[in-house]
C-alpha cells in the first residue's frame, strides 16, 4: 500500500512536469502568433521596425525601458502604436514583451 502511494505521487509530479513544459512551449507559441498577427505588421517580423516609424526592438532606446514602461506602452499605446489594453490579457502583453526581447537579441 505505502509503496503504491509512493508511486502515484511519482506519477503524479511527472505528469505536473510534462504539462508544464508543455504550457511553457504553448505560450511561446502563443505570442510568437500573436506578434505575427497584430504587431508584425507595423514592427516587421522580426521587430526591426521601419513602418508607422517603429523603432528597432534592439536599438538601444527601445533596450533601455523597462517590461514596465513596455507594458504601459502595448497596453494604452502612443503615438501611433494602437492601445491592445482591452484586447489582449495581461499574461499575454507579458508573453509577448518577453518576445519582443527575444526579438531584439
Ligand atoms: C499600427 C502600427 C502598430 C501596430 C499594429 C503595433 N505597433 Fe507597437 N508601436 C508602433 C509605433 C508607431 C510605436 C512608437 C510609438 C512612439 O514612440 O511614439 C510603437 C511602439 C511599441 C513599443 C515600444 C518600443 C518603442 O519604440 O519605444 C512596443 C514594445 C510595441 N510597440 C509593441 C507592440 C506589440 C507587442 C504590438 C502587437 C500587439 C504592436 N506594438 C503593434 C506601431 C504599432
Given amino acids: 500500500?505505502?509503496?503504491?502511494?509512493?508511486?502515484?505521487?511519482?506519477?503524479a509530479f511527472l505528469a505536473i512536469g510534462l504539462v508544464?513544459?508543455?504550457?511553457?512551449?504553448?505560450?511561446?507559441?502563443d505570442a510568437a502568433g500573436t506578434y505575427k498577427a497584430k504587431c508584425a505588421m507595423c514592427h516587421g517580423p522580426d521587430g526591426k521596425g521601419g513602418k508607422m516609424g517603429t523603432r528597432d526592438f534592439a536599438s538601444p532606446e527601445v533596450k533601455a525601458e523597462t517590461d514596465a514602461q513596455l507594458t504601459e506602452i502595448i497596453s494604452k499605446g502612443?503615438?501611433?502604436?494602437?492601445?491592445?489594453?482591452?484586447?489582449?490579457?495581461?499574461?499575454?502583453?507579458?508573453?509577448?514583451?518577453?518576445?519582443?526581447?527575444?526579438?531584439?537579441?
Avoid: W
Fill in 1 to 11: 500500500m505505502k509503496s503504491l502511494s509512493l508511486r502515484m505521487v511519482l506519477v
Fill in 78 to 105: 502612443k503615438g501611433k502604436m494602437p492601445a491592445y489594453g482591452e484586447k489582449l490579457k495581461e499574461n499575454e502583453i507579458k508573453d509577448l514583451i518577453g518576445y519582443v526581447r527575444s526579438l531584439a537579441k
Fill in 20 to 29: 508544464s513544459a508543455f504550457s511553457t512551449f504553448a505560450t511561446a507559441q
